[in-house]
């Protein structure tokens, strides 16, 4: 009997713990440092918890807007998640102005170039979602008219 009311009252109280494991934190430590949003973030993607990690990479873009290499970074990846959750539309106006970013702003020499590359590789594959290719309609072979 001690064994079950123990265990109702454990179950409610992991099944409570591992469902706040997913929510986006309520408040965000001041001083976290800039390391830990990208190792929050990971963690959160590693899980699939997207919006986790899209509201550490978002807290990270406005509290560290001067770290143009870390921020160009954090922009690839909210937009490699909505790309995940296939909100196709958005990803692919994010990933066009990370492009944008690295023809026009001054700080481009500072980026690194692979996000350039991964923006251009998934802008092709939402292309490819968006816009299907027809297959190619055979043409028909040239029947000759019936003798009737």
Do not use: W
Request: charged content about 25%; aromatic content about 12%; some cysteine.
């Amino acid at each position: 009997m001690k064994k079950m009311k123990c265990s109702m009252v454990f179950l409610p109280v992991m099944l409570l713990s591992l469902a706040s494991c997913s929510t986006v934190p309520a408040e965000m430590d001041s001083v976290m440092k800039e390391e830990v949003f990208f190792k929050n973030a990971q963690g959160a993607m590693d899980e699939n918890q997207y919006n986790v990690a899209l509201y550490y990479y978002e807290v990270y873009l406005v509290r560290y807007p001067e770290n143009h290499n870390k921020t160009i970074a954090a922009e690839y990846e909210r937009a490699l998640i909505y790309y995940k959750t296939k909100d196709y539309e958005y990803s692919q106006s994010l990933f066009t102005q990370i492009l944008d970013k690295y023809e026009s702003s001054p700080f481009a020499m500072m980026y690194p170039e692979r996000y350039k590359i991964l923006s251009e590789k998934i802008l092709a594959q939402i292309d490819e979602t968006l816009n299907p290719k027809e297959e190619e309609k055979s043409e028909p072979a040239d029947v000759p008219p019936s003798n009737n």
